[in-house]
């Protein structure tokens, strides 16, 4: 079995679905991978796999501006690497992006290569001038991404939660 | 072969699909020729036009959609080529104009100058239709050939290094973004 939350991937494809999102881009990562292989049963849903996370960007641009509702599914490392794409694209243009980005490296990470971006991500996030949260239990989950979903297109700008180890890793895991 | 003559041979397949350009020279050669609602010109972000392109061509699957990339561009995400196969639009047409330099910035050699076959580098990721064209007539047809076979094309095409006096134009970003979306949208 695999520590990685059912339920609370459940809650949160639950809670994309409400919120109208019919598109995903995803890179995988360990705790996304049940909420990929969501999207990837789901016949409603398209996903697109990517190479690299910065090229979500592009697609859910284009996604948006063809009026289809989607999401980023992402490690917060792939979230740094998307940087320049968040900014000169979806900022620039003024492009609700909604991400959701799996918070390693923050408290309980053991794994020593997540704790930098870590540790960046926040004060990153908070230098873009990005709207965010931080989700870090089952209950929260509904309301949040619906919450986010309401300002990234009222405001026409990218907002960003972050899944937190409390909400995506069961407890007494490694 | 120059790249706004390029443009101006297929402008009349461009009218009415929907056209995604890199920013610079390419952005402001096609305004010239005639800008219209359904032309987005991505004036920033290098490499993420041809992601773009495939955004709205899963979200318009009805709708034909025409991406023109450039060689320094498409370099900075040759990854998207990947993906742009393994989802196989049939309805996107993705034209890369090689002109073997960032024209706009000093006019430096790419790798396409020393050999870099970004044809090649798209078969090998997998899209089904490719071509390398040099001339005006090769590039209208294999615009025209690509738009018939509808299925998920890359047309890389040889041109000079050379581009417009002025890469900014009176069309604002903004204005650009809600026209598109909205035409996108109706």
């Not at chain 1, 697109?48 to 641009?61: D, H, N, Q, Y």
């Not at chain 2, 239709?129 to 025209?144: G, I």
């Not at chain 2, 040889?158 to 996108?184: C, H, I, M, W």
């Amino acid at each position: 079995m695999s520590p990685v939350s059912t339920t609370s991937s459940r809650a949160i494809y639950e809670a994309l679905k409400t919120s109208g999102v019919r598109l995903m881009s995803a890179l995988p990562e360990t705790w996304l991978v049940h909420l990929i292989r969501m999207a990837e049963e789901d016949p409603e849903m398209t996903l697109v796999r990517l190479a690299k996370e910065e090229e979500g960007v592009g697609i859910s641009a284009g996604a948006h501006l063809a009026g289809v509702k989607s999401a980023m599914l992402m490690q917060n490392h792939g979230f740094l690497a998307s940087v320049n794409g968040i900014v000169s694209c979806a900022q620039l243009y003024h492009i609700p992006l909604l991400m959701l980005i799996s918070y390693r490296g923050d408290f309980g990470e053991r794994d020593p290569w997540q704790t930098e971006g870590g540790g960046v991500t926040e004060d990153v996030l908070r230098a873009l001038r990005i709207p965010f949260s931080l989700i870090d239990r089952p209950d929260q989950v509904a309301s949040r991404i619906n919450h986010a979903q309401t300002l990234a297109l009222s405001a026409n700008k990218p907002v960003a939660l972050l899944l937190c180890r409390d909400l995506m890793w069961e407890e007494g895991q490694r | 072969m120059k790249r706004l003559d390029a443009l101006r041979a297929v402008y009349g397949r461009l009218e009415d699909r929907i056209v995604v350009t890199i920013m610079g020279a390419v952005a402001a050669e096609l305004q010239s020729l005639g800008h219209r609602p359904n032309f987005f010109y991505l004036q920033h972000a290098m490499g993420l036009a041809s992601s773009m392109g495939l955004g709205i061509a899963l979200s318009k699957p009805d709708r034909q959609v025409i991406v023109l990339d450039g060689d320094g561009s498409i370099l900075m995400n040759l990854g998207g080529l990947t993906t742009l196969a393994r989802y196989r639009p049939r309805n996107l047409v993705h034209v890369i104009f090689d002109n073997e330099s960032l024209l706009s910035v000093g006019g430096f050699p790419t790798a396409t100058a020393t050999g870099t076959d970004l044809a090649g580098i798209a078969a090998a990721a997998g899209v089904p239709r490719t071509a390398t064209v040099s001339t005006l007539e090769a590039f209208t047809t294999a615009v025209d050939e690509a738009l018939a076979a509808a299925d998920l094309t890359t047309i890389v095409a040889k041109v000079e290094a050379v581009g417009p006096a002025a890469y900014v134009t009176d069309l604002s970003l903004l204005e650009n973004r809600f026209q598109f979306s909205r035409s996108l949208r109706s």
